[in-house]
């Protein structure tokens, strides 16, 4: 009987300790299953938040801008006296500007103040050091734009942007030769403040207006004259041209756009014949500075008739409005322009002319820039 009894005691205590070893067991497994799940969640949100991909994100752009600062040269009307146009001598007296390589054998976009007309002669440095002599194939004084060209090959180059297609506030980054060798490729960054401005130049008591421009906070002085506004991936958008010296952070530069069917013409035939209207217009906006009384809704005012134009002693006068060429819409003279790049000389084109309530077509053939 007591053999029974301690038979069954013996039996309720094994099976107590298998139970409690059970749920021993489940305990541990239960807290280990949790470690792995927190430290899951750890790598995964650690992995998300990883500074690692900020430093690649900023490693990319300083390589972007790297590589685009390849491609700004120094420009100086005036020769070298060393192995570089950097000497320690002020912008002022050099003459100094910057460009851009446009293209690997050596079409270089500036500004027209800073390498001079058509057929003149600078002199461009490029990053390495070397000098080489550039002539001007192209230049108009109204855009402050010109094409130079060197003798050279496997340049680096920038690659040109949609400049139609910008908005505000988009980021951009000015790189240009500010003061001289102290500074040369000097970047700073902004963003897009304004689009299609239209500002007033005074020159020798002289009153001009250049349109179309693109407005930035990125700080440009004067020898950055010439020298890119690109976007964040390293484009051209624009050709620094101008600041408000009276004021902090409002810098302008002429949209590339504009010289694309020039540069398309250097590249394929290794000249450019520019066609000619022979008028200078104004946008609609720069109307109210000349006259308030006068109200334009749409089309170019013509402010000038060349007297070497196809244009001169024909119908056209002074104060007519184009509104269309070849039936394509006019509201800009850039637009106007851009169109007549994409034309050779001797072309014939139709152009739609109001003057008060008439309307009337006049059909000319281009002629022949010099």
């Known amino acids: ?10 039996t309720m205590l094994i099976i107590i300790f298998m139970i409690a070893v ?3 067991l489940g305990i541990l497994i239960l807290k280990m299953d949790n470690k792995s799940n927190q430290s ?17 994100v900023e490693f990319d752009t300083s390589k972007m801008i790297n590589s685009v600062v390849k491609s700004v040269v120094g420009i100086s009307k005036l020769q070298r006296n060393g192995s570089s146009i950097f000497l320690n001598k002020s912008e002022e007296k050099l003459g100094l500007g910057s460009g851009i390589i446009l293209s690997d054998n050596g079409y270089i976009l500036t500004n027209q103040h800073v390498a ?3 057929y003149g002669n600078c002199y461009v440095t490029l990053e390495d050091g070397n000098s080489y002599s550039g002539s001007v194939v192209w230049a108009d004084n109204n855009l402050d734009l010109a094409i130079v060209k060197i003798t050279a090959n496997n340049l680096d180059y920038i690659e040109l942007a949609d400049s139609d297609n910008i908005n505000l506030a988009d980021e951009v980054y000015a790189i240009g030769n500010p003061i001289g060798i102290e500074f040369q490729r000097t970047v ?7 689009i299609n ?5 005074e020159e020798d008591t002289q009153g001009s207006y250049m349109e179309d421009l693109i407005q930035t906070d990125a700080t440009i002085n004067e020898g950055n004259s010439g020298g890119p506004l690109i976007n964040k991936n390293g484009e051209l958008i624009g050709i620094n041209t101008v600041k ?10 002429v949209p590339v756009n504009i010289v694309k069917p020039i540069l398309e013409q250097l ?3 290794g000249k450019f014949e520019e066609a000619y209207l022979g008028i200078y217009g104004y946008d609609k906006e720069v109307i109210p500075y000349l006259d308030s009384k006068l109200n334009i809704e749409n089309g170019v005012y013509i402010a000038s008739i060349q007297a070497d134009g196809p244009l001169f002693n024909k119908e056209l006068r002074i104060g007519d409005i184009i509104t269309k060429i070849d039936d394509i819409e006019i509201n800009k003279m850039n637009d106007l322009k851009k169109y007549i790049y994409t034309k050779s000389p001797n072309d014939k084109v139709k152009i739609l002319v109001n003057r008060g309530s008439n309307n009337f077509e006049m059909e000319i053939n281009l002629g022949h820039k010099v």
């Open 22 to 24: 059970i749920m021993l």
């Open 1 to 10: 009987m007591y053999y029974e009894t301690s038979r069954k005691k013996d």
């Open 40 to 56: 899951t969640t750890s790598n995964y949100d650690t992995s998300k938040l990883s500074t690692n991909n900020e430093q690649t």
């Open 188 to 194: 700073t960054k902004g963003i897009i403040s304004g």
């Open 244 to 253: 408000i010296t009276d004021a902090e952070g409002i810098g302008f530069a």
């Open 116 to 118: 001079g007309n058509k």
């Open 267 to 269: 590249m394929q035939k």
């Open 197 to 201: 401005r239209t500002i007033k130049i």
